[in-house]
T-cell receptor, first 111, second 113 residues
């Protein structure tokens, strides 16, 4: 069964600090992995998308890494801001439109 | 603004009723996806349509159905509503039928009383 597990479930950090969110998956066959940011009550917004051959992708202060061998991905946020407070969702696609969503990590950035 | 529009934004209805949620994809996108997000829970994939045809099915209840019209807009029909159907319903679109980046709409918040 395809599964995506994210950790930690929630995280509180101080403004300006860095943090790393984890995503482990057992989706097969692997097509791509996406990270989304979802503000409360809003639709998710794409941060990065990585295929099998990519092991790192950046989007401003967000950097995602992918290790296809260990089936792990991480999302690193640098110099956090209050606006980074949101849920971060890892999504792994197996092709043919089938995607498996993680439950998300809720990040709270405090001043 | 993702370019995906959903109507209505909010919907309050009673148990046993039927509602229709509408989604217009981004210009040029052929695939439409529907998701359900209950309170404090993750996104659950319901169904995908590509150019008018059903492409993939997720955890969609038999009481729910969807379709994509020739102009590519999509509707999600929810019938015999139960309290547990209260949730945010998101529509997303992508350019093609494969695992491409999906652009999400603002969602429809359904409250069943």
């Amino acid at each position: 069964k395809n599964q995506v597990e994210q950790s930690p479930q929630s995280l509180i950090i101080l403004e300006g600090k860095n943090c790393t969110l984890q995503c482990n998956y057992t989706v097969s066959p692997f097509s791509n992995l996406r990270w989304y940011k979802q503000d409360t009550g809003r639709g998710p917004v794409s941060l990065t998308i990585m295929t099998f051959s990519e092991n790192t992708k950046s989007n401003g202060r967000y950097t995602a890494t992918l290790d296809a061998d260990t089936k792990q991905s991480s999302l690193h946020i640098t110099a956090s801001q209050l606006s980074d407070s949101a849920s971060y969702i890892c999504v792994v696609s197996a092709g043919a439109g089938k995607s498996t969503f993680g439950d998300g990590t809720t990040l709270t950035v405090k001043p | 603004d993702s370019g995906v529009t959903q109507t209505p934004k909010h919907l309050i209805t009673a148990t046993g009723q039927r509602v229709t949620l509408r989604c217009s994809p981004r210009s040029g996108d052929l695939s439409v996806y529907w998701y359900q997000q209950s309170l404090d829970q993750g996104l659950q994939f319901l169904i995908q349509y590509y150019n008018g045809e059903e492409r993939a099915k997720g955890n969609i209840l038999e009481r729910f159905s969807a379709q994509q019209f020739p102009d590519l807009h999509s509707e999600l029909n929810l019938s015999s509503l139960e309290l547990g159907d209260s949730a945010l319903y998101f529509c997303a679109s992508s350019v093609d039928r494969g695992p491409y980046e999906q652009y999400f709409g603002p969602g429809t918040r359904l409250t069943v009383t």
